[in-house]
């Protein structure tokens, strides 16, 4: 099993960043890839970013390509995601998910292709 935490999230004016930290505990996160996803109210999970159990390679939505990115530090268990020039149409809660990917070098974009989730963290763009 592995627990997840999100943290980070809050309110900020559009043009804003936010940092939103992802713990894990249970399991090492070596074994994983993670992502980042979104829920707004009324809409699905979409995907925003992923990044590989190694960190070489990631990937993002073209809607927050070029603002946000995502990084992780396997020795500290944690995932980040930095989000710059934030917009109100970012505004949604933000989910941590983690995939079991021992062997495999894929980045998952569905929400039902990861093993875990965290709780989210709601992030508020005003303009």
């Known amino acids: 099993q592995v627990q997840l935490v999100e943290s980070g999230g809050g309110p900020v004016q559009a043009g804003g960043s936010l940092r939103l930290s992802c713990v894990a505990s249970?399991?090492?996160?070596?074994?994983?890839?993670m992502g980042w996803f979104r829920q707004a109210p009324g809409k699905e999970r979409e995907f925003v970013s992923a990044?590989?159990?190694?960190?070489?390679?990631?990937d993002h939505a073209d809607s927050v390509k070029g603002r946000f990115t995502i990084s992780r530090d396997n020795a500290k268990n944690t995932v980040y995601l930095q989000m710059d020039n934030l917009k109100p149409e970012d505004t949604a809660i933000y989910y941590c998910?983690?995939?079991?990917?021992?062997?495999?070098?894929?980045?998952?974009?569905?929400?039902?292709?990861?093993?875990?989730w965290g709780q989210g963290t709601q992030v508020t763009v005003s303009s």
């Open positions: 249970g399991r090492t996160l070596r074994w994983y890839t």
């Open positions: 990044i590989q159990r190694s960190g070489d390679s990631s």
């Open positions: 998910a983690a995939d079991y990917a021992l062997g495999s070098s894929r980045i998952p974009y569905q929400p039902k292709d990861y093993d875990y």
